[in-house]
């Protein structure tokens, strides 16, 4: 068992001290590209100003014959491109697949010095991001960064949400975690090919009244669960949780109401995989303006956080004005973003 002073102590000698509270940033969206097709890298200074994060994707959905260019276009795309405040990740192959090392290796010495997360896939335990975490270390150390790279897991199959407390205290290295729903499911048995959002057969039913009338029916959510572990997890260690892949381009109405319930539940963020979610995460994970005017009124009416007062009828209290910081200071950071949000938010 490592000791507690030695938890914030670099794994390697001359790698960085690690972070004790995780940088503060915006990160709605996370957008994915694959890098290793060139059109789509040359569109990459455009539409780096208008994503939270932008995501360089080497694992699922790259062919295997183009992991290697997919490893170099990342590579070209983050030395040619200023990313400013857009945070620059990449999703690496699986700790057991050929070309994870590599991955590592070679984007930590070519451009760890821009790249702010590694994401991580099909984490599950503590022990994966111990892995990584000293292999990030001694690169971090060999080739001077001067600051830790942070590592992102992915919830995707059912060991890693049987362990993911344990895989949230894992190290000071963790950035958060976001649930991965299509390769979960397949390793649940879950009986669906659907990415992500609801099924329409998972279903409750209204208890049976007279005959010949209708029973009402209502859909479910099956990710309720396991995001509302996975928000108790990254809460308590201080790490962001995200909502992970919409997979039906088609269907705006549907992966808003699934970004908007992960929203309501503590996600910070979910990805984006189609430049059309863009603008839906930017929607639902940026607070209502009338949310916003109405936390500020609550903060305003009890400067230091203790008592109760009474508002429009309604009284307000400690708790009440923990939650109205939380709105008010997700505000701030979207308007510091989004000019068009500061003129709305009034901040």
């Known amino acids: 068992?490592?000791?507690?002073?030695?938890?914030?102590?670099?794994?390697?000698?001359?790698?960085?001290?690690?972070?004790?509270?995780?940088p503060t940033r915006l990160e709605r969206m996370i957008h994915f590209i694959p890098p290793h097709i060139e059109k789509v890298r040359a569109k990459v200074a455009d539409i780096v100003g208008e994503?939270?994060?932008?995501?360089g994707n080497l694992e699922d959905a790259i062919p295997a014959d183009a992991k290697e260019a997919a490893r170099a276009g990342f590579i070209e795309m983050a030395e040619g491109c200023d990313f400013g405040t857009t945070g620059l990740w990449v999703r690496i192959n699986a700790l057991n697949s050929p070309w994870m090392l590599d991955d590592v290796m070679a984007i930590v010495a070519a451009v760890g010095h821009k790249l702010d997360v590694v994401m991580l896939p099909k984490v599950?335990?503590?022990?994966?991001?111990?892995?990584?975490?000293?292999?990030l270390a001694q690169l971090e150390a060999r080739h001077g960064i001067g600051r830790p790279i942070l590592i992102h897991a992915i919830l995707e199959t059912a060991e890693g949400v049987k362990n993911v407390d344990?895989?949230?205290?894992?190290?000071?290295r963790l950035h958060g975690m976001s649930l991965g729903p299509a390769d979960l499911a397949a390793s649940r048995g879950m009986k669906t090919t659907r990415v992500g959002g609801g099924h329409p057969d998972y279903r409750v039913l209204a208890d049976r009244s007279a005959?010949?009338?209708e029973r009402a029916s209502a859909q479910q959510d099956p990710w309720h669960y396991t995001i509302a572990r996975?928000?108790?997890a990254c809460q308590a260690n201080g790490l962001k949780?995200?909502?992970?892949?919409f997979g039906d381009f088609s269907d705006e109405a549907a992966c808003e109401s699934q970004f908007r319930n992960a929203?309501?539940?503590?996600?910070?963020?979910?990805?984006?995989?189609?430049?059309?979610?863009i603008a839906i995460a930017k929607r639902v994970f940026s607070p209502d303006a009338k949310e916003v005017a109405f936390a500020q009124r609550i903060l305003e009416a009890m400067p230091d956080g203790t008592g109760a007062v009474m508002i429009d009828g309604k009284m307000q209290d400690d708790a009440t004005w923990k939650q109205a910081k939380v709105i008010v200071d997700l505000a701030r950071a979207v308007a510091d973003k989004d000019p068009d949000r500061r003129a709305l938010y009034n901040l």
């Open 230 to 232: 996975m928000v108790d």
């Open 1 to 22: 068992m490592k000791l507690p002073r030695n938890f914030y102590r670099p794994l390697a000698l001359g790698a960085p001290q690690p972070f004790r509270e995780l």
């Open 211 to 213: 005959e010949g009338i």
């Open 241 to 245: 949780a995200f909502y992970g892949p």
């Open 51 to 55: 994503v939270d994060v932008l995501l």
């Open 166 to 172: 344990d895989i949230a205290a894992a190290s000071p």
């Open 124 to 135: 599950e335990g503590p022990w994966d991001i111990h892995y990584l975490d000293q292999l």
């Open 263 to 277: 929203f309501l539940l503590g996600c910070a963020g979910a990805w984006s995989l189609h430049p059309s979610q």
